[in-house]
């Protein structure tokens, strides 16, 4: 069993920063692969960033420079650092990690969402 959980949201005033933390724990041979994904209200998910085991990332285009992605391999954790976050970024804000467990499944998991408002 693999527990995901993302925790760091918030209301937050424009301009200022968050940081979202993706923790996963259970029987976890390796975390592989993770993204971070949102969803804001009426709009469809879409992708933020991504980082690879050995901490390749990519960004949507319209993020970068803003948000920076990072992990803690010992942590099993996952990082979203967002600065000069605007009223648009009001989203639930999702983690998905592609993890080898200790039965040595690949498998594919996704947090609960952790809601982020930015607003004065």
């Known amino acids: 069993q693999v527990q995901l959980v993302e925790s760091g949201g918030g209301l937050v005033q424009p301009g200022r920063s968050l940081r979202l933390s993706c923790a996963a724990s259970g029987r976890i041979f390796s975390m592989n692969s993770v993204g971070w994904y949102r969803q804001g209200p009426g709009k469809e998910r879409e992708l933020v960033a991504t980082?690879?085991?050995?901490?390749?990332?990519k960004y949507a285009d319209s993020l970068k420079g803003r948000f920076i992605i990072s992990r803690d391999n010992a942590k099993n954790t996952v990082y979203l650092q967002m600065d000069s976050l605007k009223p648009e970024d009001t989203a639930v804000y999702y983690c998905n990690a592609h993890i080898t467990t200790t039965t040595f499944r690949a498998l594919d998991y996704w947090g609960q969402g952790t809601q982020v408002t930015v607003s004065s």
């Open positions: 980082i690879t085991s050995g901490g390749s990332t």
